[in-house]
Nanobody, 116 residues
Framework: QVQLVESGGGLVQAGGSLKLSCVASGLPFSSYRMGWFRQAPGKEREFVAGINWSGDTTNYADSVKGRFTISRDNAKSTVYLQMNTLKPEDTAVYYC?????????WGQGTQVTVSS
């Protein structure tokens, strides 16, 4: 059974930092493209960042470029999202995503709240 378990969310003041982690199990992690998405109240889920299987290619939403960094450790089956210079508009539930072989998996989400 595939599981993606996020952690690291919380409450932080504007300008602060958080690092999210997502541990995967039940899938060949190093074969999967991994990503982070977020969903704010009343809004649709949106793409935040993605990373290819080897970690040498990343892409970001314009709203987080230069502030967020996605990385992965295939030995630990873990993907990370380092979030710096957080803004109130970054407040959302953040979801881990795995894609490969026509499959898509989601984690349960972790809440990030940025106070002004």
């Amino acid at each position: 059974q595939v599981q993606l378990v996020e952690s690291g969310g919380g409450l932080v003041q504007a300008g602060g930092s958080l690092k999210l982690s997502c541990v995967a199990s039940g899938l060949p992690f190093s074969s999967y493209r991994m990503g982070w998405f977020r969903q704010a109240p009343g809004k649709e889920r949106e793409f935040v960042a993605g990373i290819n299987w080897s970690g040498d290619t990343t892409n970001y939403a314009d709203s987080v470029k230069g502030r967020f960094t996605i990385s992965r450790d295939n030995a630990k089956s873990t993907v990370y999202l380092q979030m710096n210079t957080l803004k109130p508009e970054d407040t959302a539930v953040y979801y881990c995503n795995a894609q490969a072989f026509g499959n898509t998996y989601w984690g349960q989400g972790t809440q990030v709240t940025v106070s002004s």
